[in-house]
T-cell receptor, first 117, second 112 residues
Framework: GAVVSQHPSWVICKSGTSVKIECRSL??????MFWYRQFPKQSLMLMAT?????????EQGVEKDKFLINHASLTLSTLTVTSAHPEDSSFYIC?????????????FGSGTRLTVV | AQSVTQLGSHVSVSEGALVLLRCNYS??????LFWYVQYPNQGLQLLLK??????LVKGINGFEAEFKKSETSFHLTKPSAHMSDAAEYFC??????????FGTGTSLTVIP
C-alpha cells in the first residue's frame, strides 16, 4: 500500500532557530499534500494544502511566513518552521493524496514531535 | 460548511465487549467519511472509509461503520474489543477531497 515517510519523528530546537520537516511519498506520486498540526489531546487542524509546483494554500490564521511549505517534486513536501518559539511546540503530521482505482486515497505520515526550548 | 461531531471524548469498554464510537456529520451533499486510529506519538492509520458505495463499510482489525443518511451518522463499531484497540479514534469528512474536517477524537480505553 501507499507509504508516506515523515522525518524527523521528533526534534528539539532552541527558540529562534528554524526546523525543517520532510514528507515523502515512497511508492506513489502525490500532487497534493496536506500539513496538519495537533495539540495534545486535540484533533488535527489543517494548516495548509501543498500542491506540487505551486504555492501552498494556507488556512486562515496560519502565518505563511512562519510556516514555509515547499512542494518541489511529486514525492516531497517540506514544512519549515522559521524562528521557532515555544508556542510552536506541537505534533505536525503530513498527508499525501493519490488517485488510485478511481478514488482518492489519503496516507498520513507518522508525525513529527517538535519541542522548542 | 462541513463538520463532524464525535460524541464522547472518552469511551471505556471491557475486553470482549462491543465497541461503539459515535460520529455525526454535517454536510449539504453526501460526503466522503473516514475513520482513523492514532496510537501515541504516531500518525493516523485508516480504518475504513465511505465513498457512496455500500452503506455498511468493513475496515481493518474487525471494525465496521454504517452510513445512515437519515441520521447523518457514521458510527464505528467492533463486536469484541481487544486490548490492542486502545487508542485515539478520529472521524473525518471531506466532500471535495481538498479539505478534511476531523472530529475532536474519542479516546478508547479497554479494560481487562
Amino acid at each position: 500500500g501507499a507509504v508516506v515517510s515523515q522525518h524527523p519523528s521528533w526534534v528539539i530546537c532552541k527558540s529562534g532557530t528554524s526546523v525543517k520537516i520532510e514528507c515523502r511519498s515512497l511508492d506513489f506520486q502525490a500532487t497534493t499534500m496536506f500539513w496538519y498540526r495537533q495539540f495534545p489531546k486535540q484533533s488535527l487542524m489543517l494548516m495548509a494544502t501543498s500542491n506540487e509546483g505551486s504555492k501552498a494554500t494556507y488556512e486562515q490564521g496560519v502565518e505563511k511566513d512562519k510556516f514555509l511549505i515547499n512542494h518541489a517534486s511529486l514525492t516531497l513536501s517540506t514544512l519549515t518552521v522559521t524562528s521557532a518559539h515555544p508556542e510552536d511546540s506541537s505534533f505536525y503530521i503530513c498527508s499525501a493524496r493519490d488517485w488510485t482505482g478511481g478514488d482518492y486515497g489519503y496516507t498520513f505520515g507518522s508525525g513529527t514531535r517538535l519541542t522548542v526550548v | 460548511a462541513q463538520s463532524v461531531t464525535q460524541l464522547g471524548s472518552h469511551v471505556s469498554v471491557s475486553e470482549g465487549a462491543l465497541v461503539l464510537l459515535r460520529c455525526n456529520y454535517s454536510s449539504s451533499v453526501p460526503p466522503y467519511l473516514f475513520w482513523y486510529v492514532q496510537y501515541p506519538n504516531q500518525g493516523l492509520q485508516l480504518l475504513l472509509k465511505y465513498t457512496s458505495a455500500a452503506t455498511l463499510v468493513k475496515g481493518i482489525n474487525g471494525f465496521e461503520a454504517e452510513f445512515k443518511k437519515s441520521e447523518t451518522s457514521f458510527h464505528l463499531t467492533k463486536p469484541s474489543a481487544h486490548m490492542s484497540d486502545a487508542a485515539e479514534y478520529f472521524c473525518a469528512v471531506t466532500r471535495t477531497g481538498n479539505q478534511f474536517y476531523f472530529g475532536t477524537g474519542t479516546s478508547l480505553t479497554v479494560i481487562p
